[in-house]
């Protein structure tokens, strides 16, 4: 907030998880599941709708990770890809559309894994870095389900976010164990 006060504009950046441990999506146990209002939307809706208002331009670089987005042409597991498919230019305008562009691509994503942060922190750092000097306050949004295989480069990466004009919302989405982000 006092980022706000002080006149300063605020970024979103979502991230989604396309790890194989979300279930397949064709069953309904999936927080992925094909239906309606899976668990990813309704995350997706609910945190974004709270920070959609501050972001002047709501123009949001949206990333899946540890997925096979075979919608990009690749047919192996990345741990951070454009949603939209313009790596030079990931931006999604609006929370609706964000979670239109979800769904269309979600039966072209594979599930994959692991859960690796590291690759999807680093596009965030330079992502952030890219912004000096444009009093830019940056938010990642990072929705996954569970635990993380590359904690120590995460916890590194972490601590030199730490240092940058930004936050870092980790919501856990499902039912699994998330005492070890705290």
Not at 80 to 88: E, Q, S, T, V, Y
Not at 113 to 128: M, Q, R
């Amino acid at each position: 907030m006092d980022y706000l006060r002080s006149g300063w504009a605020v970024s979103l950046v979502c991230a989604i998880d396309y790890t194989a441990s979300n279930g397949n999506p064709s069953e309904p146990s999936s927080l992925h599941y094909l239906g309606a209002n899976n668990e990813y939307e309704k995350a997706l809706f609910n945190v974004g709708n709270v920070v959609e208002p501050y972001d002047a331009d709501r123009s949001f670089p949206v990333f899946g990770f540890g997925g096979i987005p075979r919608h990009l042409g690749l047919n192996s597991v990345s741990h951070c890809f454009a949603m939209n498919g313009l790596a030079g230019n990931p931006e999604i305008i609006g929370i609706q559309e964000i979670v239109d562009t979800y769904k269309r691509t979600l039966p072209m994503i594979g599930l994959g894994g692991p859960t690796l942060f590291a690759p999807l922190l680093k596009e965030f750092k330079s992502y952030v870095s890219s912004m000096a000097g444009s009093q830019t306050y940056n938010i990642l949004l990072l929705l996954t389900d569970g635990a993380i295989h590359d904690m120590p480069q995460t916890i590194d990466l972490v601590c030199e976010l730490s240092e940058m004009p930004c936050s870092i919302i980790i919501v856990g989405v499902g039912r699994a164990d998330f005492e070890s982000m705290e």
